[in-house]
């Protein structure tokens, strides 16, 4: 049995919903532990690089290690932040092609900036090895955290991306895309998914934890269907 600051879940959009028992990061919390104390530790960082996950990671860990590790890998393509600003290439072309989408005339800014950037200065491979250098320092990053349960997850990657094995932890193959439902005006999808594939994602890796094969195994199957 697990305490609360016991598991550590960081990321983006896909494990960002974390307040009810609903949701995959808390239902998970409690299957762990049996006990519900507010939100999971960690954080996930919507439409954010990894640079913000990074940080969250690096920060929790250096002040108290844990015992499940859970990190979810998001596109390579989003430019980086120190104030964890939000910035894909949809979102910054999002004020260029819908007027008035943004609230504030910063966050406007912004996107228009990421949008000059996305056009006339953005290099796909400076992206992808900039993310391998990150994956490559995680991965000596968690030798000190060796006797963690830690796995790894990926948001959504196109087939140019890194695919990345983990030595330190569980490599989840399938991409949680694939399980992805936008979110419309009407409804809204936490984590990007329906609240029963919530559940599911969380049983199952409260199975895998429970059953950790070892760092270094790669889970090529998808962890549930829809």
Known sequence: MYDWDDVLIVGDSWCAERDKFQYWPNYLLFELTEISKGIPRG???????????????????????????????????????DEDFPMTVNMAFRTVTVKGRWETQEKELRARAAAEYYSHLYSANFHRWAEQ???????????????????????????????????MGVTIESHLYYYNIPNTQNIFYPNHMTLENNKKLALSLKKMILNYPGHGYVHKERLFNK
């Open 133 to 167: 250098k990150w994956f490559e320092e995680l991965d000596s990053f968690l030798i000190d955290h060796k006797d963690a349960k830690i796995i790894h997850l990926y948001g959504h990657r196109t087939n140019i991306d890194n695919q990345y094995k983990f030595n």
């Open 43 to 81: 954080k996930g960082y919507p439409g954010c690089s990894w640079w913000s996950t990074r940080k969250r990671l690096l920060n929790e860990l250096r002040d108290k290690p844990a015992k499940v590790i859970i990190i979810i890998h998001t596109d390579p393509s989003r430019i980086a932040s």
